[in-house]
């Protein structure tokens, strides 16, 4: 019995494979380097301008500032036969695609009323202006006319509603869309008529006015560009 038992032992042992390890199959995958980044948004408004020598000042804005162009400043003021523009151009400089959406307003303002103006106007007590009746006006954006037409300019009112109505989808970093104003202020001032279009046949006809009914009257156009995440 003793014999039996050696050798019962010693095969036990050569199973556990004695001097070696034991082999199993094995597979490892990763998953490392998971990372959450927020894109940008960010809308940039630059502004130019054109106009009378030595009549207009341009505040060319950028990204937080605010740009403009003033017509007519302390020194020297707009007349009859003169012209100019504004351009804004406006993109995304983000990652992010928004919309764009634009809120205008304007004031018309009367500054008083000198002898021939009070003479031309014949009312002393209308409160605003009468530049943006007499004064033209087209809008385009991207070269499509918004306001206006290549031969006509429109008006005011006109200017103010097709730019609250605008709605245009901006990819980050695309090509931007470009808003022009053009302005006219004619030698011979009528008003736009129905169709709301200077210089073409209306009925009744356009009315001329006296040059003079626009004295020291001025405008201030009011913008808010808006880009919302779609």
């Known amino acids: 019995m003793k ?8 095969v036990a042992l050569g199973a ?3 001097g070696g390890t034991l082999a199993v199959f094995s597979d490892v995958e ?4 998971n990372t959450f980044t927020a894109g940008t948004l960010n809308l940039v408004n630059t502004v130019s301008g054109t106009g009378p020598s030595g009549k207009f000042v341009v505040t060319a804005g950028g990204d937080g500032i605010n740009g403009n ?11 009859p036969g003169e012209s100019g523009s504004i351009t804004w151009s406006l993109q995304n400089t983000g990652t992010v695609p928004g919309t764009l959406t634009i809120l205008a307003s304007l004031t018309s303002s009367e500054n008083g009323k000198n002898e021939p103006e009070l003479a031309a106007a014949g009312d002393v007590a209308d409160p605003a202006g009468e530049l943006d009746l007499y004064m033209g006006v087209k809008l385009t954006r991207d070269g499509t006319f918004l306001v206006g037409t290549a031969g006509n300019y429109g008006t005011w009112s006109a200017l103010v509603t097709a730019l609250n109505a605008e709605s245009r989808a901006m990819a980050g970093g695309a090509a931007t869309p470009v808003y022009v104003l053009s302005w006219d202020l004619a030698l011979n001032l009528k008003s736009a008529g129905a169709d709301n279009l200077f210089g073409t ?7 001329d006015v006296d040059d003079n009914v626009i004295q020291s009257d001025s405008l201030l156009l009011d913008i808010t560009f808006t880009l919302t995440q779609s």
């Open 30 to 33: 990763t998953s490392t380097g």
């Open 3 to 10: 014999l039996l038992s050696i050798i019962v032992t010693v």
């Open 69 to 79: 162009v003033v017509f007519g400043g302390d020194a020297v003021k707009l007349k």
């Open 201 to 207: 046949v209306d009925v009744p006809p356009e009315v």
């Open 16 to 18: 556990l494979g004695v």
